[in-house]
């Protein structure tokens, strides 16, 4: 029997990554406050990495739409797949041209990736895993964080957007 409710454990289970970066950065207030150039120096180094990696996380968790979309998305090393039983498809990162945010006849937001030899894949936008797409689309050259994350509250009457598009490589003549 456990002490925390199955609601209230997903949510600090979805927020783990914000709530350890708060306890390093406390630790790293304590450090601080022990006294000396050491131990202040260290204690703001602490602190700035906690702060940094708490605001990763936190554009990481925004990116993370948990709904009840079928769907798993793996990303490993430079490979983005999504498994679904009404389709799927992979995508190697080097081959990704364009990423666009594209919105059904429901409403429903998706991502759809297109490559330079395959089909375009579609990933909808709450499937599980979704949270490693952020990683995986900031990684890409030329990509801004932002840009990804404010396409996210974009409204269906919106319409489709191209969120990032591989420059074209100059040929060496």
């Known amino acids: ?36 150039y050491f131990f202040g120096a260290l204690g703001l180094l602490i602190c700035g990495v906690a702060i940094g990696s708490g605001v990763i996380a936190a554009r990481r968790l925004r990116f993370d739409a948990q709904g009840d979309t079928p769907g798993l998305i793996e990303v490993t090393e430079g490979q983005i797949t999504y498994m679904s039983a009404t389709g799927g498809g992979v995508a190697a990162r080097s081959e990704i041209t364009q990423i666009d945010l594209f919105f059904t006849v429901s409403g429903r937001a998706w991502w759809r990736i297109f490559q330079t030899q395959f089909p375009p894949i579609a990933i909808p936008l709450g499937a599980q895993g979704s949270d490693d797409l952020f990683d995986a689309f900031v990684a890409l050259p030329g990509a801004r ?19 990032w598009r591989r420059d074209a490589a100059l040929a060496l003549t």
């Open 145 to 163: 964080p932002k840009m990804f994350l404010s396409v996210l509250d974009r409204a269906p009457v919106d319409g489709q957007i191209t969120v």
């Open 1 to 36: 029997m456990s002490l925390i409710r199955p609601e209230l454990r997903a949510r600090i289970f979805r927020w783990r990554e914000v709530l350890v970066s708060l306890a390093v950065a406390a630790f790293g207030v304590w450090v601080f406050f022990l006294g000396g």
